[in-house]
Structures are given as C-alpha cells and as structure tokens.
C-alpha cells in the first residue's frame, strides 16, 4: 500500500494569513504516460463528512473558494489556504488514487491562532 | 442533485456481522457507468480507510485489509447498496460512510464526491 504522510499533525494560524499542509506518498502517484498525479485533498469539519477539494493534486472543484490551492508532484504535495476565514477550521486530509487500495494521509488539523 | 443516505444498526456485538444499506437519490446507480459506488470508515478522532466499492458491471473492489470479511452488492430496484462486515470486532468500530467514486482508472480507484452524513457503528457487548 501506498503510505501517505501529512505534516504537520496541526496547526494554529491567524485569520487572514497563510495555512500551508504537506503530503508526502511513499511512492510517487504521477502516472507518467497523461502527466497526471493521482491526487486529491478533502475538508473535514466536525460532525460532517468529508468534503472533496481539489482533485489531479492541483484542480479545485466547483465551488472552492480560490484561496485553496493544491501544487506538488510525483511525492511531495501542498495544500495552501491563502488568507485563512473562521470557516476554514477543520481537519484536511490527502489521498492517493493511483494505485488500490486508495489511501488516505492521517488529517492534519487547522485552527485559528 | 446526487445524495447519498446509509442506514443501519448503530450497535453491533463482538464476533457478529455488521450490515449497512446507502441509499441514493437523486441518480441511478445502473447510469453512472464510469463511476464506483464506495464504502469508507473513520474510528472515532482517526483517520479515513477505504472498504470497497463496485461498479455498474458488478465488479467488486476490495481493502486487502478487509477483504477476507467484507461483502459489498446492490439493488438496483431500490436503487441502494449494501456491505456486509462479518466477525467484527472493537476495532471496526467506526462512522461509516457510502459515496461516489468518481473512476480515475481501473481498480475501483478515483475520488469521493458526495459523501453520506455518516453513521457511527459501535461494536460492544
């Protein structure tokens, strides 16, 4: 299985600033023949499910705000929250869909400082 | 829109089988061709694990680490899906949650979008 590992386990950031999380797989989840990493990032505030937020390690679904934004490749990827709002306080997790089983990073947690 | 909504039992006894239904609305489970309909578990202040999923063909995917106890099937007359987690123990206690796998590739592997609310299953005697 492919292991994903997040750093930092959490973190306290000021309203308004930058939040920025890191995902590093075990293997690299570039598929070299579309150029494409098997990547997703995903919010989790309390007591709701996961909610998707970027997929292709970089591509924001409909309706993230743009301060959001996912880079990185082959192993190392960032999920960055330029401008950090109340709203964004939760639990964000990476996950790999490259090879099965898909598997997720252990969550990093995000609070207002 | 697609939603998603399981049910079942939220106590389950040690060595006992633990039974979940998702129910989608919104879309049909046969026309989503390119798509993998997914079972996923978080314990309790932990981390997301994926069960298994199938596809409109009836291929079914499974967690190596679960697959010797796990069983996943559909009804698409009720346009819902099941799993079926035999011998339980405490540490399949959990929210469980069904979702849409959108296909990235064979395998039963893409991303999870929309997810149920989740239903917590404890296992206890």
């Known amino acids: 299985d492919i292991v994903m590992t997040q750093s930092p386990d959490s973190l306290a950031v000021s309203l308004g600033e930058r939040a920025t999380i890191n995902c590093k797989s075990s293997?690299?989840?570039?598929?070299?023949?579309?150029?494409?990493?098997?990547f997703a990032w995903y919010q989790q505030k309390p007591g709701q499910p996961p909610k998707l937020l970027i997929n292709w390690a970089s591509t924001r679904e409909s309706g993230v705000p743009d301060r959001f934004s996912g880079s990185g490749s082959g192993t190392d990827f960032t999920l960055s929250i330029s401008g950090l709002q109340a709203e964004d306080v939760a639990v964000y997790y990476c996950?790999?869909?490259?090879?099965?089983?898909?598997?997720f990073g252990q969550g990093t947690r995000v609070e207002v400082k | 829109q697609l939603q998603l909504q399981e049910s079942g039992p939220g106590l389950v006894k040690p060595s006992e089988t633990l039974s979940l239904i998702c129910a989608v609305s919104g879309g049909s489970l046969s026309t989503r061709n390119y798509h993998y309909w997914s079972w996923v578990r978080q314990p309790p202040g932990k981390g997301l694990e994926w069960i298994g999923n199938f596809d409109y063909s009836g291929n079914t995917y499974y967690n190596p680490s679960l697959k010797s106890r796990v069983a996943i099937s559909v009804d698409t007359s009720k346009n819902e899906f099941s799993m079926k987690l035999t011998s339980v123990t405490a540490a399949d206690t959990a929210v469980y949650y069904c979702?849409?796998?959108?296909?990235?590739?064979?395998?039963?592997?893409?991303?999870?979008?929309?997810w149920s609310q989740g239903t917590l299953v404890t296992v206890s005697s």
């Open positions: 979702a849409l796998t959108i296909n990235s590739g064979t395998g039963g592997r893409g991303w999870f979008d929309p």
């Open positions: 996950q790999q869909y490259y090879s099965s089983p898909q598997t």
């Open positions: 293997q690299s989840v570039l598929y070299s023949p579309n150029n494409k990493n098997y």
